[in-house]
């Protein structure tokens, strides 16, 4: 048995379909160790859902190993589910069922004992703000009441590691944060691990640790504030009167690292400040480009994000070029 | 406010709220609320679920009749004239209506001949949107295989295939990667060039902070009507303290006893990462008084500082405000 509350060393998996083989999930290796949270980004289609399905032992992997706890996603697929919650994507609960019938449903699906059902039930209601709504049905109830009625249903066999899969889609910056505070304290308290694919960068900021997956390969594994310091460079900000032009000259000039377009702002990384900053007013004035709110800014995930991945996509496109001269 | 002032506004909002108020029964779901979006502005309506959000926006395209007050686009009544408004704006929800089995040109020229326009313009605009979207080469794939992004950029093609002057963006970009929101964004800033005025919601603060100005919406009341950076500077209750310690876990458990107790007045205690954030009255007083707290619990305090509050502070800080009040 390994030290692990998640591990994925080389793992495939493929899709065949009539025509083609598509690969979802590429190589991927990753540990998570028990207490973490840890964070799985990326773009759309990259292989966050499959990773986490194959994991779970949900879908079957083509090469490669992975294991939750130790115990194997093929071989153990019991052991798992008797040790691991989980929320899949746009999950939904029996809607016609209240929520203590959930609770009830779910505890049943688990096989937890009356004793312990008695027990855990009140606590986990207390913990996700539910008492007052025990009668009401699912259907009833608001998206960020159900997200917390989703996450209550998945600790019911007390878990030692979850798994959550967008958990947080389509519900608001209230009900977000209160969902995040919850994972907080379940951190806090109770030492779980915590596996959540997400989106949303900010999200990601509350993690302990962060894989970057893309084409279903994990390419940057850190902590938040290192995968920010791996982005060379300074940062500057500025809303230019004319955006594409402005946009140009940034893109071809000497010491730009970098250039990301945010809103109508421009967000340029340049290899050094104060030199930088004074060469682009410069610029901008000779060509007639009024400029506001010129300043430097921290670097947040979502920069750092967009950065890694458009360096990851040169360089593939880059070995893909250098395959055809050869 | 005068009616003097309305007259003026009226003139430079060509989305204009006068007092509007819509109950249904007994509940109140909009409740006199007031305000104008500037041309060429790209205004965020921001609220939690069940706010009066939508409502209110379906107040201002004339689908529904507010109960007293009135809603203007263009200067058009919307409950009066909604032939006239229909005409002129554009509007995107969160379900990205699309035919997914039709390809991307088909669903710009069904959308198209709904608005009545000529083959020779349907010709132009499905060229036109094609390249907005980025979707040269893709015309011809069915929409339903299309990936997240391109979707959504299609579906806002669609929205705007007629040339409206206003554009209503509902949710425009739940559950697309950072990327994807970018170039979104990205579309929004050159529509709003072109002197198209757009009035977005989202649940996302980070994607809030690109707008020009926000409105604070709750409870059916209009709480807070600014820029971003003003809003930041004027209505957060309390100051943010970003916490570095040998044992973040630890720490909140400290902490959350702490503020049970009433040894420091802590409006919200979380973990952020690696970190902790906490929300205090006054960051200079009670710094020391956190400090002494952990240290004397054994846990290494790194650093304590007091941080600018984000998009998303400042909205919860807000929309709490009036409802403690109740």
């Not at chain 2, 669903?107 to 907005?132: K, P, T």
């Amino acid at each position: 048995m390994n030290q692990f509350a998640i591990s994925a060393t080389n793992l495939v998996k493929e899709f065949k379909t009539n025509q083609s083989v598509v690969t979802a999930v590429n190589g991927l290796s990753l540990q998570v160790a028990p207490g973490e949270t840890y964070g799985l980004i990326g773009p759309d289609g990259a292989g966050k859902t499959t990773s986490t399905r194959v994991i779970l032992g949900l879908l079957s992997r083509t090469r490669g190993e992975s294991s939750v706890l130790g115990f194997d996603s093929m071989q153990d697929v019991y052991q798992i589910r008797e040790r691991v919650g989980y929320i899949a994507q746009q999950f939904s609960l029996p809607r016609n069922l209240t929520v203590m019938e959930n609770m009830l449903f779910f505890a049943g699906v688990h096989s937890v004992s009356i004793e312990q059902q008695r027990k855990r039930i009140p606590e986990l209601l207390t913990f996700a703000g539910l008492n007052d709504f025990k009668g009401r049905l699912a259907g009833k109830l608001s998206g960020g009441m159900k997200k917390k009625l989703a996450l209550a249903c998945s600790l019911i066999h007390e878990p030692q590691v979850v798994m959550l899969d967008e958990p947080t889609l389509g519900v608001d910056p209230v009900s977000r944060r209160e969902f995040w505070n919850l994972l907080g304290n379940l951190r806090a308290e109770k030492g779980l691990t915590i596996f959540v694919c997400t989106p949303y960068m900010d999200e990601a900021e509350r993690c302990t640790r962060i894989g970057l997956i893309y084409e279903g390969k994990l390419i940057v594994d850190d902590s938040p504030a290192n995968i920010k310091e791996m982005i060379p460079g300074r940062l500057l900000e500025f809303t230019p009167s004319s955006f594409a032009e402005a946009l140009k000259l940034c893109n071809e000039m000497e010491g730009v690292l970098e250039v990301q377009t945010y809103g109508e702002k421009l967000h340029v990384f340049v290899d050094e400040i104060p030199t930088r900053e004074v060469q682009i007013e410069a610029a901008l004035t000779s060509q007639g480009i009024a400029y506001d709110h010129l300043r430097e800014i921290q670097v947040r995930m979502e920069e750092a994000f967009i950065s890694l991945i458009r360096r990851q996509k040169e360089s593939v496109e880059q070995n893909a070029m250098l395959g055809d001269v050869r | 406010m005068s009616a003097e002032l309305f007259t003026t506004q009226n003139q430079d909002s060509p989305i204009l709220a006068q007092n509007l108020t819509k109950r249904f029964g007994t509940f109140t779901a909009v409740d006199d609320v007031s305000f104008g979006v500037r041309s060429g502005e790209v205004f965020g309506w921001l609220g939690p679920n069940g706010a009066g959000k939508t409502t209110t926006i379906r107040m201002l395209l004339g689908l529904i009749k507010p109960t007293s007050g009135d809603a203007f686009v263009l200067g058009f009544n919307s409950a009066r004239q909604t032939k006239l408004v229909h005409a002129n704006v554009g509007y995107m929800s969160q379900q990205f209506t699309l035919y997914s089995d039709l390809t991307a040109a088909q669903n710009i020229r069904f959308y198209g001949g709904v608005h009545g326009l000529s083959n020779d313009e349907l010709h132009q605009r499905i060229a036109e949107i094609i390249q907005m979207a980025g979707l040269e080469g893709r015309e011809n794939i069915l929409t339903g295989s299309l990936s997240g992004g391109w979707k959504q950029r299609l579906a806002l093609g669609c929205a705007i295939v007629h040339h409206p002057k206003v554009v209503f963006l509902d949710e425009p970009t739940a559950g697309v990667d950072p990327i994807s929101r970018r170039q979104f964004w990205e579309l929004i800033y050159q529509m709003a060039k072109d002197g198209v005025t757009i009035l977005v919601t989202t649940h996302y603060m980070d994607e809030a902070e690109l707008c020009q100005r926000v409105g604070f919406i709750t409870g059916g009341k209009l709480v807070a009507l600014d820029s971003v950076g003003q809003l930041k500077r004027t209505q957060m209750r309390g100051q943010v303290l970003e916490i570095n310690v040998s044992d973040p876990e630890k720490a909140v458990r400290i902490l959350k006893t702490a503020q049970q107790n009433h040894q420091v007045p802590l409006d919200e205690v979380a973990l952020y990462g690696a970190q902790i954030h906490a929300v205090v009255p006054d960051a200079q007083e009670y710094k020391d008084a956190i400090q002494q707290v952990l240290t004397e619990e054994n846990v290494r305090v790194h650093s304590i500082e007091w941080i600018a509050p984000t998009l998303e502070d400042v909205f919860i800080s807000s929309v709490k405000a009036p409802a403690e009040q109740n």
